[in-house]
């Protein structure tokens, strides 16, 4: 899957919203909103734990690390005394965000630029701090964001290590000096969509564009290309050994990943926990999870609950 979906990762699927919604609560791996104290936190209902006879409903899209995410959030939840059910692999953000709308869902993990994208697509927010601002705006009052976590899936530019610790190289802004002499690699429409705002924003120049689409880690370990765009928390990342470069500038808008929640399913309780859960999560932990569930094939509920354990959540 060419993986630039994130800013439209859940918009391809609304054919799925009637049968996708009776998706059961399996971890299989089928297939990006405040700061601070929590929207949701003060308009959540009172009772306890929330949503349809006190259980809070846990869904996820049908994709490794949203399922993933789910389990995280879920087992979070069960370890405060919360009921849950688990309701993961469903499809679409359209039938995902028509189910918390509706009740049937009350929690969700998403990405915080992606959803105000599928809610107001010319909104032109790039930060962390800007993209949570236009979202309570932008979102009917049933509805919130829990706290965004550190964690992002988003599109990165990313080198080898060797490469990195031989040009001192850490941000896109220290390309400038060698970006000449590089050949930078992505999907095919990476060169259209991004070569001017590179030469705009941090004076970028590459020698030459390759379009590498899915295999654009794997070129960057082999040596044919010395730049990539990389997803943040792509598995390969941790397997090839690649940093992926920090954007001072915002090239690439933020994709945290937050609890999207419908208020009236959740208690203080709970709202507690998954902000817990926002504070610990980082993209490299995250990345490495990642690599256990995609590469290792490890159940997403063990690594789930592994991750809970070693940071003080279980």
Do not use: H
Request: aromatic residues 6%.
């Amino acid at each position: 899957m060419n993986r630039s979906r994130r800013a439209v990762l859940l918009g391809t699927l609304a054919a799925l919203a009637l049968g996708a919604t009776a998706c059961g609560s399996s971890a299989s791996s089928s297939n990006p909103l405040g700061g601070g104290s929590s929207a949701a936190a003060s308009g959540a209902g009172s009772t306890a734990g929330g949503g349809s006879g006190g259980t809070v409903v846990v869904g996820s899209a049908n994709f490794p690390e949203n399922v993933l995410l789910g389990s995280i959030y879920s087992q979070a939840l069960k370890a405060k005394g919360v009921k849950v059910e688990e309701k993961f692999n469903i499809g679409s953000r359209e039938v995902l965000y028509g189910q918390l709308q509706s009740g049937n869902l009350t929690v969700l993990p998403e990405y915080n630029g992606a959803l105000l994208a599928y809610l107001d697509a010319k909104n032109t927010a790039v930060t962390t701090q800007d993209v949570n601002a236009a979202l309570a705006k932008a979102l009917p009052s049933s509805l919130a964001v829990l706290d965004s976590s550190p964690a992002e899936d988003k599109d990165s530019l990313s080198v080898a290590q060797e490469t990195a610790d031989k040009y001192n190289l850490k941000s896109i802004s220290d390309l400038a000096a060698k970006a000449g002499e590089f050949t930078i690699g992505g999907p095919p429409e990476f060169k259209s969509r991004r070569e001017q705002q590179f030469k705009d924003v941090y004076g970028l120049t590459f020698k030459e564009w390759k379009p590498t689409a899915d295999t654009t880690a794997n070129a960057l370990k082999d040596g044919s290309i010395q730049v990539g765009n990389v997803f943040t928390t792509d598995p390969k990342i941790v397997q090839y050994k690649l940093v992926a470069l920090s954007d001072p500038k915002n090239v690439f808008g933020a994709q945290n990943i937050t609890p999207l929640v419908n208020k009236a399913g959740l208690d203080a309780t709970a709202t507690a926990a998954l902000n817990a859960v926002s504070a610990k999560l980082d993209t490299a932990g995250l990345t490495g999870l990642m690599k256990r569930v995609s590469v290792d094939k490890e159940d997403p509920s063990t690594v789930a609950k592994d991750w809970l354990k070693a940071n003080g959540l279980a």
